[in-house]
């Protein structure tokens, strides 16, 4: 192409949304200049997820961020808890406390010295996160935006992968040249069906509640928290009744929120004037609400690709899989793809991957993906099953046990909003770049068990009492592989080093002697990937180094 401009990179991504920035931003990290393309001139401004999971929290401390955006969205001292009323004017039914985000603060701040929660989960919604990211990424010097701009062509070859951008406004073209691309563009990836992958999965739940095509429309209602809810504040809150049954987000923890309907036409947004009467049913009397935008959605989907890519071209977050919003899995989910993702890229542009690298990312993530998706889908479905009593708003002794019955069900649901075991619970068993050693914990989707059998999430440990950034174990651990020597015992780490060396692997040498850490790994000696998960571990240096190595690496 003659008449455009030619550029040169190592990594193109495509789609600019929380997924595509965080790989960036992991890049640059490691070193690695990419360019980021999105069709959108700036992120969205619409209410999305409200759920940081703790292992996202985590990756954002990694790029020294996590305390910056543990101070979007709800003043720090507005409760997190989820609240459930037969209306909003009406009976409170129940409520799962959790902590406000000074709260979360100050329990980090006493925690044990093995507590495995670092960094808790947050409620800043994704809008917020999103425009945060978007704003390092723009002042880092690794990073291209390229923000308002479409890729129309991609072609892979043999040595790299040449893209084709116009600017939608202008209507100028480049040409970028390539190592590698990755297709963050959402689940109707133009990156995915170039390649001709499909979603295989559940496209939804036909049930009566949280079941088919629902709207979040971002509304003001200042009158929610003056006249009914600013005495029981909550991050979440459910009108139950024989009526209906819909749930609403404190966006601002003033007057903004996020409110779900279910569709009520087959094709296009619903009426605002319909959506404003759905929640004054819901409060229980005529307020001023303002409509500010829609966004639909599909409750109950689960949805994974039959590939995550392959060669030079790869696929992460909703170009791979879609998730009904229900326990805020999705974002998370596509955080943690770009975490793996993100090293293996890297160790091929520096030269130190192996020839199978890349193809241990899809057999890492897929295996996650259908876990994570079919979890969300069981919190969809539960909530289907939450029967309630005709006479619930009745002021009668029908009525009182009606509610009484209720929120004792509803009390049931903690699980949905703290899957500890879905946050921080993956596992890469069975990967060929894992070296197994002893029987993994049973997979939960409610409890999380440290373990340091390989292919986990390190576990964690807090070094000093301070508790700040540079406390944790976390912190120190080097950007590409670091060895851990753990207690008295253990042996020198000379041959590892030498090994690692020769091969151009990154790798740091972290002696920790307390008996309680070691005790969280059982061995003496253990080596942690780049993305923070065990890959090897024993008591005594290899009798083959240089076979090691290369494993974790994707080698022979």
């Not at 993305?531 to 090691?548: F, K, T």
Request: proline content about 6%.
């Amino acid at each position: 192409m003659p008449d455009c401009e030619h550029h040169a990179v190592a990594v193109a991504i495509v789609g600019g949304g929380p997924v595509g920035l965080m790989l960036a931003l992991f890049l640059d990290r490691l070193g690695v200049k990419s360019v980021l393309f999105n069709i959108e001139t700036t992120t969205r401004w619409h209410p999305r997820g409200s759920t940081q999971g703790a292992r996202s929290m985590e990756h954002y401390r990694a790029l020294g961020l996590a305390g910056a955006i543990r101070k979007l969205g709800l003043p720090i001292d507005h409760p997190t808890d989820v609240a459930y009323f037969t209306r909003f004017n009406g009976v409170e039914l129940a409520r799962l406390r959790m902590p406000s985000a000074g709260e979360v603060i100050a329990a980090v701040a006493a925690a044990p010295k093995t507590d495995q929660v670092p960094e808790p989960i947050h409620r800043g919604n994704q809008m917020h996160v999103e425009r945060y990211l978007f704003d390092h990424a723009s002042r880092r010097s690794n990073i291209v935006m390229r923000f308002g701009w479409r890729v129309e062509h991609c072609e892979q070859g043999a040595v790299g992968v040449v893209c084709t951008a116009r600017n939608l406004a202008t209507g100028t073209s480049e040409q970028w040249h390539t190592s590698f691309l990755v297709g963050c563009d959402g689940g109707r990836s133009d990156i995915r069906r170039a390649l001709d992958i499909a979603f295989r999965g559940e496209a939804g739940l036909e049930q009566r509640y949280f079941g088919g095509r629902w709207f979040s429309t971002y509304l003001r209602a200042p009158e929610l928290y003056r006249k009914f809810l600013g005495h029981r504040l909550a991050w979440q809150y459910w009108a139950v009744n024989p009526e209906l049954r819909s749930t609403m987000i404190a966006v601002n923890g003033i007057d903004e929120f996020l409110f779900r309907t279910q569709a009520t036409t087959p094709d296009g947004p619903p009426a605002d004037a319909t959506v404003a009467d759905t929640l004054c049913r819901c409060t229980g009397e005529r307020i001023a609400v303002e409509i500010i935008a829609h966004a639909p959605w599909t409750a109950g989907v689960a949805l994974v690709a039959e590939r995550f890519g392959s060669g030079r071209i790869w696929l992460a977050g909703d170009a791979v899989h879609l998730f009904t919003p229900t326990g805020g899995f999705g974002m998370n989910t596509g955080i943690d793809d770009a975490a793996n993702l993100a090293w293996k890229l890297a160790a091929m542009v520096q030269g130190w991957g192996g020839d199978s690298l890349l193809d241990s990312y899809e057999a890492e993530r897929m295996p996650i993906a259908l876990r994570n998706t079919e979890a969300a889908r069981q919190l969809a479905a539960n909530i289907n099953v939450t029967d309630i009593d005709p006479a619930i708003e009745e002021p009668s002794p029908a009525g009182e046990a009606g509610r009484q019955a209720a929120g004792a069900m509803l009390s049931r649901f903690s699980e949905q909003f703290a899957s500890i075991g879905v946050q921080l619970g993956a596992r890469y068993d069975g990967s060929p770049i894992i070296a197994a050693d002893g029987a993994p914990p049973a997979d939960s989707f409610v409890k999380y068990v440290p373990t340091g059998v390989p292919g986990g999430r390190t576990p964690h440990a807090w070094l000093d009492d301070a508790h700040g950034q540079g406390s944790s174990l976390f912190d120190r651990l080097g950007r590409g592989f670091t060895l851990l020597r753990l207690g008295p015992r253990a042996p020198a780490a000379t041959s590892l080093m030498s090994a690692a060396a020769r091969r151009r692997v990154p790798l740091d040498v972290i002696e920790i002697m307390d008996p309680d850490i070691r005790a969280l790994y059982d061995r003496d000696l253990v080596i942690v990937r780049p993305d923070q998960h065990v890959a090897w571990r024993g008591n005594d240096i290899p009798s083959d180094c240089e076979r090691l190595i290369a494993r974790l690496v994707g080698g022979q």
